[in-house]
């Protein structure tokens, strides 16, 4: 498949093909054959020759991707190339449930049930490999459950929080 991904604000042409556990990327012109290993959902393992990367992926609003490699965090986005704008401006409809990136403790809950809440505002903090992520609403409408308290340890895809 073919996308337009910005990543931290540059532009990027990526074309994916995944098969038999082998994923071939070719990024702008540069080529990646890589073994993927994916042992949970929104954790990734890259085998590339002798080296290793591991990559933490999670939706941190409605338009943008989080992905970690390395220490190193990527705000990513996909483009709409019909349109050429982020995909998924519509609005978001139903309950939506916000998931814990990674495994981590809970360090402050910015909201609490009842409360009116803003598409991007954010509802919880939490913290993993020694940095503190918010966790923000991908809608905007109100906290219907917060099921975490501050100082809890969280699991990976844990869901933390629903908005309505």
């Known amino acids: 498949m ?14 994916l093909e995944e098969r038999d556990g082998r994923l071939r990327a070719l990024v702008d012109a540069r080529n990646y054959d890589v073994d993927l290993v994916s042992p949970e959902e929104g954790v990734y393992t890259f085998l590339a020759g002798d080296r290793v990367y591991e990559a933490w992926v999670w939706a941190r609003d409605a338009n943008t991707l989080r992905v970690t490699v390395s220490g190193r965090v990527f ?47 954010g509802v919880l903090v939490v ?15 109100r906290v219907i459950e917060v099921r975490v308290a501050e100082g809890a340890s969280v699991n990976a895809n844990q869901v933390l929080a629903v908005v309505e």
Do not use: F, W
Request: charged letters at 30%.
């Open 127 to 141: 913290e993993a490999m020694k940095m503190q992520n918010e966790i923000k609403s991908p809608k905007s409408g």
């Open 2 to 15: 073919r996308y337009e991904v910005e990543i931290n604000g540059r532009k990027t042409s990526v074309e």
């Open 75 to 121: 705000s990513t986005s996909v483009i709409d190339r019909k349109h050429r704008r982020p995909a998924a401006d519509q609005g978001i409809e139903g309950r939506q449930s916000l998931i814990a990136p990674m495994p981590g403790k809970v360090v402050r809950v910015l909201l609490a049930p009842g409360d009116e809440v803003h598409s991007g505002q």
